[in-house]
């Protein structure tokens, strides 16, 4: 009975076997892995998780750096009253604020400034009139008609002693950019008058007919009554 009390006793004193446990069981999972897998994924999203707009302008962008500096040499972003300024504001005086007020010249009125509307100087230079038979279609078929225009055989070399010995109406040679021509033909067709003319017989033409009329192709114009070049003494 003794022995017995005593294997009874030993057997309650002794540990129990270990349970085991389903947490502690369970294999370790390395959570950084999934994380990684997750970015992989997902793309790696750090942002909100509702479906609120993003922000506009963007919080790095240029802008705000200008905003939040205005010494920034970055473009800021302006408002509307700084785009467009509202328009002007009538005062109480009735002068309109932005509007200037009418000069006393103008007398207040939209006519044109006194400085436009006067009448417009006569020209100097006007043509005459030419006798029947004289204009320049005339002058044209008379080119054409194969008369002797020159009144020389063949081109001569003219000195300005030369060309000064011919400035009557009835033999008149003039130069114009160093060629002599012999003018008298054309006397009576010329559209500012003879007279007008006979102010370069004799002598050389090129700075008066640059003053008065540079635009018209005078070696066409006088092409047929060509007598030579001007040269020095």
């Known amino acids: 009975m003794a022995s017995y009390l005593r294997s009874w006793l030993s057997s309650q004193t002794q540990p129990s076997s270990p349970v085991s446990n389903p947490a502690e069981d369970a294999p370790v999972i390395n959570t950084e892995d999934a994380d990684d897998d997750a970015d992989t994924v997902h793309g790696g999203y750090d942002g909100p998780s509702d479906d609120s707009p993003p922000a506009f302008p963007s919080l790095i962008s240029a802008q705000r750096a200008g905003s939040s500096n205005p010494s920034s040499d970055l473009p800021r972003v302006l408002t509307d009253a700084q785009l467009m300024p509202p328009p002007p504001v009538p005062s109480r005086s009735g002068r309109t604020l932005g509007v200037p007020t009418p000069s006393a010249a ?108 540079a635009w018209v192709n005078l070696d066409y114009m006088l092409d047929a009554c060509l007598i030579g070049f001007l040269v020095p003494e």
């Open 106 to 213: 103008s007398g207040g009125s939209l006519a044109v400034p006194p400085s436009t509307n006067k009448p417009p100087a006569s020209a100097k230079r006007l043509k005459v009139a030419l006798a029947p038979g004289h204009g320049p279609l005339d002058w044209a078929n008379l080119k054409r008609s194969g008369q002797d225009l020159r009144g020389v055989d063949t081109l001569l070399r003219v000195t300005p002693s030369m060309l000064k010995e011919h400035r009557t109406r009835d033999d008149a040679w003039s130069a114009f950019s160093g060629k002599v021509y012999n003018i008298t033909p054309y006397l009576p067709y010329h559209p500012g008058g003879e007279k007008e003319l006979m102010r370069v017989a004799g002598r050389d033409g090129s700075k008066l007919f640059a003053s008065t009329h």
